[in-house]
């Protein structure tokens, strides 16, 4: 499938002000801004395993589409939400357990590049993968 593949950040935009707005000290953005973070993604029908691996921690995550999912960011914001496929985009739709505050996230795949675009109370940011 297309998002198939090892995938490694790039370069991000307005990542910074996001964490910000998410209330990441100063501090964690920095080393954030840093992380190398790798992703390999693999899809099985609607069955999706993501193995996050960074700086600060190697996690996996298996999700299937629509079905709700608990998942903690690497600062330790607690979040749970689903992601869906419309058309050739996957959209996450998340809920963070410590205020209700929606934070919502689309992967795409735009020439070579994996580009996840995340919004939160109205700041959007995005980190660009280039595969590996």
């Known amino acids: 499938m297309a998002f198939d593949g090892t995938w490694k ?11 910000d707005k998410m209330g990441v ?9 840093h992380d190398n973070l790798k992703l390999i993604i693999t899809q099985e029908g609607n069955k999706f ?3 996050e691996s960074s700086t600060f921690r190697n996690i996996e995550i298996i999700f299937e ?7 903690s ?5 607690e979040l749970t939400g689903t992601w869906s496929l419309e058309g050739h985009k996957l959209v ?4 963070r ?3 209700g505050n929606a934070l ?4 795409e795949i735009i020439g070579d590049e994996l580009v996840q675009t995340y919004t939160y109370e109205g700041v959007e940011a995005k980190r660009i993968f280039k595969k590996n």
């Open 65 to 71: 589409l629509g079905v709700t999912f608990h998942y």
């Open 97 to 99: 357990v410590d205020n």
């Open 9 to 19: 950040v790039d370069r991000s935009e307005n990542y910074d002000k996001f964490m």
């Open 92 to 95: 996450g739709k998340f809920t």
């Open 104 to 107: 919502n996230a689309v992967r």
């Open 73 to 77: 960011l690497a600062d330790g914001t």
């Open 49 to 51: 395993t993501v193995k």
């Open 25 to 33: 000290n100063m501090v964690k953005r920095k080393l954030a801004a």
